[in-house]
């Protein structure tokens, strides 16, 4: 690196107006110990950054650019559909496009509800769950990330690992309280909290491969005993596929695995870069959602 004179005066100005100086923790850099390179472009796997030096990308933007920056094909469709005008307040066909290519990937997706994140994503499918079982509890596994809706951020992955602050501030301790660890790759803990709150756990929700602890792949198997243990108590199975969908396998993982999940969550890659996210799973669950059901979820850049 030649120099890094202009991200630091970024990081200045930054600091002065964004709490951290960034938008998203991790970016902060603060396990990395230096302050972060602020990026000018990127174009297929070499990003630029405001002092003009290059770098090879192995971040990818945490999964959405595995196309490389800029790919050609991405920055043309965005360009022809911005002059057509960004978003309407109204449905379009594209939204019914990739709905469309999304359950035509993966089995389980009868249905599709595009959101804009993979956070929103993961909060809606814990509010399906609920509704669906009339319970309140969820089952989640230690150093997994589902995104930063208060009943996730118990012993959270990602940066909250990264900053060893797996629990958040601001999460009224009822909130986290419905929350139930588990450890990964032990049926043993999951069949122990099921013992302990019968009858209260809407869901499990697991990363079929976990990706925010480092890479933690499943015990053999033990995807699908996880889907059984919840099916016999009367809980779903949500699979977070924000990380692995659409960039393990064309689809879900889980069902590669053998495993139907009965809701998933997918993001990051879905959008090519742009902002989606998407729960889908069978139409008995999904059309629990509004306007059919009365399951609230909704966006303006939706
Ligand atoms: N929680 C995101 C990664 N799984 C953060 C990504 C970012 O800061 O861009």
Not at 52 to 65: E, H, K
Not at 101 to 121: D, N, W
Not at 149 to 159: H, I, K, W
Not at 226 to 244: F, M, P, Q, Y
Request: aromatic content about 4%.
């Amino acid at each position: 690196m030649t120099s890094r004179k202009k991200s630091d005066e970024l990081f200045h100005r930054a600091s002065v107006k964004i709490p951290g100086a960034v938008n998203s923790p991790v970016r902060a850099w603060k396990a990395v110990g230096a302050a972060p390179i602020f990026i000018e472009s990127g174009s297929g796997a070499t990003l630029i950054d405001a002092d003009g030096n290059a770098f090879l990308d192995y971040v990818c933007s945490y999964g959405p650019a595995i196309l490389g920056h800029a790919h050609p094909r991405v920055t043309q469709a965005i360009a022809e559909q911005s002059r057509l005008g960004l978003g309407f307040g109204a449905p379009t066909r594209l939204e019914v496009e990739l709905a469309e290519l999304i359950s035509s990937a993966i089995e389980c997706a009868q249905k599709v509800r595009l959101v804009t994140s993979g956070t929103e994503a993961g909060l809606t499918a814990l509010r399906l769950a609920r509704a669906a079982t009339g319970r309140t509890n969820i089952i989640k596994f230690d150093g997994c990330y589902h995104g930063h809706s208060d009943s996730m951020l118990v012993r959270a992955g990602s940066g909250a690992m990264t900053f060893g602050q797996p629990d958040s501030g601001g999460v009224p301790s009822a909130v986290a309280a419905m929350t139930m660890v588990a450890r990964y790759n032990s049926i043993e803990t999951v069949e122990g909290l099921f013992r302990a709150a019968p009858e209260k756990i809407a869901a499990v929700i697991v990363e079929p491969v976990a990706a925010n602890m480092g890479v933690v792949n499943p015990d053999p198997g033990s995807l699908k005993v996880l889907a059984e243990i919840a099916h016999a108590n009367g809980a779903l199975l949500i699979c977070d596929e924000v990380i692995s969908g659409f960039r393990l396998c064309f689809g879900s993982i889980a069902e590669s695995m053998g495993v139907a999940p009965d809701l998933i969550m997918l993001g990051k890659i879905i959008g090519g870069g742009m902002p989606v996210g998407a729960i889908a799973g069978p139409a008995k669950i999904m059309d629990l959602l509004a306007p059919v059901g009365p399951v609230y979820q909704a966006g303006t850049l939706s």
